[in-house]
C-alpha cells in the first residue's frame, strides 16, 4: 500500500507540474551532485595554507573565481526563489566583480608580455636635476641641456663630444705650460 501512495502522489505531482520542468530539475540536481567534490577542492585552495604556496596572480586568480562562483551560485539561488538579481544588492557585488574581472585580466596579459620598464623618464625634471648638480655650466651649456630636455635639439654625435674634449684639453695644456719670458 505504501508504494501506492507514493505513486498517486507523484501522479498529482507530475499533473501539475509539467514533466519537462521535472526533468529539468532532476537534471539540475544531478549536476549539483556533480558540482559538490569541484566546490569542495575549490574551496580547499582558500585556506591559508594553500594560498601562502601560491604565486600572486595565482592567488588572486583563485580568490577571484571563488568569489564569482559564489556569486553565480547565490544569484542562482535567488532566481530559484523568485527573486530578480537586478532588483537585489548583489547586482553591485556582480559589478563589483566584474571591475576586478577586468583588472585580474590585464595583470595577466601583462605576465605573458616580456618585462619591460613600466617607469618614464620625467626629462625636464632629470634637466633641472643635472642643471643644479653642475653649478658651473656655462649659459651655452645650460641652454643646450634645456633644448635637450624639450627635445628640440638632437643629442650631440661622437664625434661633436671627442672634438669638444680635444679641444678642451688643448686649452688646458695651454694654461698648464709656463710663460716664457
Do not use: W
Not at 24 to 34: C, G, R, S, Y
Not at 58 to 86: H, I, W
Not at 106 to 124: A, Y
Request: glycine share 4%; with cysteine; hydrophobic share 30%.
Amino acid at each position: 500500500m505504501e508504494g501506492g501512495e507514493g505513486e498517486s502522489s507523484s501522479t498529482a505531482a507530475a499533473g501539475v507540474v509539467p514533466e519537462s520542468a521535472m526533468e529539468a530539475v532532476k537534471q539540475t540536481l544531478a549536476q549539483l551532485q556533480e558540482l559538490k567534490p569541484q566546490l569542495e577542492k575549490m574551496m580547499s585552495l582558500a585556506k591559508p595554507e594553500a594560498l601562502d604556496q601560491m604565486q600572486p596572480l595565482q592567488r588572486a586568480k583563485t580568490m577571484y573565481l571563488l568569489a564569482e562562483a559564489t556569486t553565480t551560485m547565490f544569484t542562482l539561488r535567488l532566481r530559484c526563489s523568485g527573486v530578480n538579481p537586478d532588483d537585489h544588492r548583489v547586482k553591485s557585488e556582480i559589478e563589483r566583480l566584474n571591475v576586478y574581472r577586468e583588472k585580474l585580466q590585464q595583470c595577466m596579459d601583462r605576465s605573458k608580455e616580456p618585462l619591460r620598464p613600466t617607469t618614464v623618464l620625467n626629462r625636464q625634471a632629470a634637466t633641472r636635476f643635472i642643471e643644479h648638480s653642475l653649478p658651473d655650466l656655462s649659459s651655452a651649456q645650460k641652454q643646450n641641456i634645456i633644448d635637450l630636455s624639450k627635445g628640440e635639439k638632437s643629442r650631440m654625435t661622437y664625434s661633436e663630444t671627442t672634438a669638444k674634449k680635444r679641444k678642451y684639453q688643448a686649452d688646458e695644456k695651454q694654461s698648464v705650460q709656463p710663460e716664457e719670458g
